[in-house]
Every structure is written in C-alpha cells, then in structure tokens.
C-alpha cells in the first residue's frame, strides 16, 4: 500500500491523500475502522485517475460521497476508499435543467432548485446523502425517485472511459440501477425538472422536513432507513409488531422514534450493528414470513454467528 499511496500522492498531491484514516469520521453512522487509503480528488480528472491507478495495480478501492448509507466494519477497508464529495459538487441550472456533480447533496440541489423556481425534486430535499450514491440506488422518499428526474448521467466505465448514459439505459427499479453491475462511478448527472411556483416548492420541502423531524430519529447517528421497503409492506411496521421498537445490542439500537431505522446510541461498533441487523431479519421472519433485506451498505469483513 506504501507503494500506491507514494503513486496517488504524486498524481493528485500530499492534502488529498490519507493513510489508515478512521472511517468514523466519514459515515453518517459514526462507526468504522480504519481505511489504508483515503483520497479526496479535487476534479473529475483527479478521480479518473486515481481510479485508473488502482486497476492498473490491482488494488481494492471503493467510492463514497458522505458515507450516509454505509456501514464499514471495525476492520476497517484494505484499499483506497475514493471520496467523491465537497470537491465534486458544483450545480448549475439552465431553464428547466440542472447539471450537478456527483458530490453535490441533495439537499443543496433541492435549495439551488427552489431558488430557480424548479418542481420535482422535493422529494429528496431532506435525504443525507450526495447525488451520485442517490443516482446509484435509485433513492427515494415520499413517493419521489431520481428516476423520475435524472435524464442522463456522466459515468466513468469499467474500461475507464468517460460516457454520457441517458436514463433509459440506467435500468432503474426499487432501490436499483444497473450502474453496480456495469462497475461505473458517476462523476454527475443532468437533472430535468419543471417550473413552478416557489411558495408551493418551499412549503412542501417545510411539510416534508416537519415529517422527517417528527417522525425520524435525526438526533442520533444512523444510516437512514436500514432495510429495503418490502413489496406491499413497511419493513418499520413489521419492525415493530415483531415486538422489537428499542431491541438492542450493544450500544446499537432499533429506533425507539422509528422502528426502520438503527441507530448508534453513542458507542456502537460495526459488529453491533450488523449483528443486529441480523437479529432483526430472523425475528422478523419468524413473526410474519417476510425476509427483510438491508438497505445499508455493508463494506469490509464482518463476523457471522
């Protein structure tokens, strides 16, 4: 690892690379071991060529924007992690149009689109996470998905080209894109959106954000909603008749607010997490025959009971 670091060093300079830096500090979860590698490219060219210097040495790396639906274990990860994040985030917005780098939140693309008078995008206004993660697992909430407003999206292939792919093509469904599969890393996204009226647009992202902080624990560290939605079905609800609102293990508990979520009450481990998230799905599927799958990321080496 010496050797690649020294390599990405030279490539994109000393303040964009870390060594054995803690993962905690990049999750949303607060949790994780430590990285080999942590580099933070300032341009798309930058990430490119990071990139291409790990496959040309066979070296493990993983993208991240800002860690919101990622749990690392406490092994850390044995490789680069690529953080696509601040650095990568400008937006700009011609007419109904909105083109935004991959590190661009959110939240900052729904504030941009209610100052320029653009509807369809509340919907994502209150979701922790950057648009190139949303772009990849087609997120959504309140009945909104980037599906419905994505037009095409930069892409960095698995053979290293850079490629404009049209919506059409990214095969989105619930929580899904073909984008893993292909092994590509979104670099940005053009946005298509409609015009509307900006009182409307700022009192649903209110309506919206009052929901959230009603009903969702934003005061304790977490991933977000932890499992899938299953067909016909609230996997918080199931959660919760299951009998297991504040089930715990370690410092790592099922929302008391919101039985969907997992929460670190402060000091959980990676471990804490994940073996709840495994009681949770048994327990589950014994109460009601429904199989629970993880929403969350899972990256590093976990124990299994």
Same mark, same amino acid.
């Given at each position: 690892m010496q050797n690649i670091a020294e390599l990405l060093t030279r490539a994109v300079g000393e303040d964009r690379i870390l060594t054995n830096e803690s993962m905690s500090r990049h999750t949303t979860f607060r949790i994780g071991g430590s990285a080999d590698i942590f580099a933070m490219p300032r341009t798309k060219e930058e990430a490119v060529e990071i990139v291409q210097i790990?496959?040309?040495?066979?070296?493990?790396?993983?993208?991240?924007?800002?860690?919101?639906? #990622?749990?690392?274990? *406490?092994? /850390?990860?044995? @490789?680069?992690?690529?953080?696509?994040?601040?650095?990568?985030?400008?937006?700009?917005?011609?007419?109904?149009?909105?083109?935004?780098?991959?590190?661009?939140?959110l939240s900052v693309i729904a504030k941009r689109a209610l100052e320029h008078g653009l509807t369809g995008f509340e919907f994502a206004s209150g979701i922790p996470g950057t648009i190139g993660g949303a772009v990849v697992m087609n997120a959504g909430a309140y009945g909104g998905e980037m599906k419905n407003v994505i037009e095409e999206v930069t892409v960095l292939t698995a053979d290293g080209t850079v490629e404009t792919v049209p919506a059409t093509e990214l095969e989105f469904g619930y929580r899904h894109s073909v984008i893993p599969k292909k092994g590509w890393i979104v670099l940005g996204?053009?946005?298509? #959106?409609?015009?509307? *009226?900006? /009182?409307?647009? @700022?009192?649903?992202?209110?309506?919206?954000?009052?929901?959230?902080?009603?009903?969702?624990?934003l005061d304790l560290p977490s991933a977000g909603s932890t499992f899938k939605r299953?067909?016909?079905?609230?996997?918080?609800?199931?959660?919760?008749?299951?009998?297991?609102?504040?089930?715990?293990?370690?410092?790592?508990?099922?929302?008391?607010?919101?039985?969907?979520?997992?929460?670190?009450?402060?000091?959980?481990?990676a471990e804490d997490v994940y073996r709840l998230i495994q009681k949770v799905i048994v327990r589950v599927r014994e109460h009601s025959g429904i199989m629970l799958e993880p929403e969350v990321k899972l990256l590093g080496e976990f124990l299994t009971e």
């Open positions: 790990c496959r040309k040495h066979g070296t493990p790396y993983y993208v991240i924007g800002n860690g919101s639906n #990622l749990l690392v274990s *406490d092994a /850390g990860y044995r @490789g680069v992690i690529l953080q696509l994040y601040k650095n990568l985030s400008e937006i700009s917005v011609e007419g109904d149009t909105m083109t935004v780098q991959t590190g661009a939140m996204a053009k946005l298509k #959106l409609q015009k509307g *009226d900006p /009182g409307q647009i @700022g009192a649903r992202m209110e309506e919206l954000r009052q929901q959230r902080v009603t009903k969702q624990p299953p067909e016909g079905n609230f996997a918080g609800k199931l959660i919760m008749e299951a009998g297991l609102r504040g089930f715990s293990v370690g410092d790592a508990q099922v929302s008391e607010k919101h039985c969907g979520f997992v929460v670190n009450k402060g000091g959980a481990t």
